[in-house]
């Protein structure tokens, strides 16, 4: 039980890293660059769908490029 939990987690961690990770980053590297809002839309939100799905398709895919 715990084993296949914990292979699912691991499974997952570029989903997550991602979401933790690259999202964050993205949108302090756009604050740094002035820019707070993409077609009026704050960066936060568009920055965790993109790195979100990025990460989603690493998990499935198995690779990141």
Do not use: E, Y
Not at 8 to 14: S, V
Not at 18 to 33: E, K, R, S, T
Request: no cysteine; charged share 10%; aromatic share 16%.
């Amino acid at each position: 039980m715990l084993s296949k939990l914990l292979t699912g987690f691991l499974g997952a961690l570029p989903f997550f890293f991602g979401l933790a990770f690259l999202a964050p980053l993205a949108v302090q590297v756009l604050a740094i660059l002035d820019i707070t809002t993409v077609v009026g839309i704050d960066t936060w939100p568009i920055a965790l769908a993109v790195f979100g799905a990025w990460g989603g398709l690493a998990t499935w895919k198995g690779r990141w490029i």
